[in-house]
């Protein structure tokens, strides 16, 4: 069998194609405000650019809520994981969302949009944990200029699958006769053979599973960001480490700590790859292109009153598509 790499976590984390790139944030923020800001000084903070983990939280590009105010991104997917804490999302679209405590959602961008993502610290008393996992899935070349499109995934209707103390949520991909929701219709993972998975995987200690066979060419990595170790076919891999796996099934066994780990597994789209910070095209003219269109259009411009909207506190968990149309979970 092929060996397998240990890598440290590193933010972000170590990804490789069909997946651009993982980050992992974990703030212990404290009591919110009224603003549901945090209800703690700000001094000695690099406010617009704080990714400094200072009494165990940071504000991002955020100046009065921790998060990350309007940006652009075009030609790939941003699937975000909030498992604790919310986020409050508003796009050049007209969509808007509030997701958390286990909730996913899932953007093409395509041709581009601009969305803001921020924090609100809603509890009043404290604290306000937040946990996200952002990953940027690429798209293939005949995706790049697609419309883009906006999905949630509540809580209660990603499938899990659970066996012998083991449980793993399912955002894409299959495991055993557990299926994912259909993807967005122009992602890659919606090619029946991209392989494409992730899935957020929680052991009890002792537990054990086999994971399956994964395509032949396929890229697959589990990141332990939880726990103290676990043994993949008997090799060690400690919390703070992810491991570069090759296709074949293999068995995972937890020690006597609970652990997470987060899934990604897919066959490589194979394709160039043109990057100029959150534009992914092909080749660099294509690059040019999205960046005019963004000087000229601003991909829709921006609806809202604020570079770093946030919704009511009492809002709750909602959202709201270009459409106009509103859901709730």
Known sequence: MEAIRIFPLGFPW???????FCVYHLDAYPAGNEEMGPDAPLTGRNLGNDFVLKDGWRMYHGLQVPGFPAHPHCGFETVTLVTRGYCDHADSLGAAARFGEGDAQ?????SGLQHSEMFPLLNREGPNTLELFQIWLNLPKNSKFADPHF????KD????????????????????????LAPPPDSWASEPDSDLH??????????????????AGSHRRLFLFEGNEVHIQGQSLKKGQGADLPVSGLEIRNTQTPARLLWLQGRPIGEPVARYGPFVMNEAAEIDRALENFRNTRFGGWPWRHQDPVH?????????FPDGTNITP
């Open 14 to 20: 170590e990804t490789s194609d069909p997946f651009l």
């Open 151 to 154: 999905r949630m995934i509540w």
């Open 157 to 180: 209707q990603v499938p899990v699958w659970e066996n012998d103390g083991v449980q793993i949520r399912l955002i894409a991909g299959r495991m055993g006769n557990v299926k994912a």
């Open 198 to 215: 992730i899935g957020l995987i929680g052991l009890q200690p002792g537990a054990h599973f086999e994971l399956p066979e994964a395509l």
């Open 106 to 110: 899932w953007i093409t961008t395509g």
């Open 312 to 320: 009511d506190r009492e809002a709750g968990r909602f959202a709201q």
